[in-house]
Nanobody, 122 residues
Framework: QVQLVESGGGLVQAGGSLRLSCTTSGIFFRINAMGWYRQAPGKQRELVAAITSGGSTNYADSVKGRFTISRDNAKRSVYLQMNSLKPEDTAVYYC????????????????WGQGTQVTVSS
């Protein structure tokens, strides 16, 4: 069983910073891409940032230049440094991992964390 546990959310004033962390546990063959998504009330879940196993990154246009995604493969963890936060960044942030539970390509699955609330006050 693969589990993702997030931490680091909270309440911050506009212009402030937060750092989210997500650690993966369980038995599996390999973690492929990892990413952060968010879902605001009444809106669909959207990709915030993603990072491949090789370190290539991808960001939503709305967070480019403010957020930085990174990962530590030895710790099975992914991080999201969020700077210059805006009220519109308020959402539940979810960690995602594309995990190969076995050697075969057919064992690849998406796993999700439980979500962590980020609230940015104006």
């Amino acid at each position: 069983q693969v589990q993702l546990v997030e931490s680091g959310g909270g309440l911050v004033q506009a212009g402030g910073s937060l750092r989210l962390s997500c650690t993966t546990s369980g038995i599996f063959f390999r973690i492929n891409a990892m990413g952060w998504y968010r879902q605001a009330p009444g809106k669909q879940r959207e990709l915030v940032a993603a990072i491949t196993s090789g370190g290539s990154t991808n960001y939503a246009d709305s967070v480019k230049g403010r957020f930085t995604i990174s990962r530590d493969n030895a710790k099975r963890s992914v991080y999201l440094q969020m700077n210059s936060l805006k009220p519109e960044d308020t959402a539940v942030y979810y960690c995602n991992a594309d995990v190969s539970t076995g050697i075969a390509a057919t064992t690849r699955r998406d796993f999700w964390g439980q979500g962590t609330q980020v609230t940015v006050s104006s």
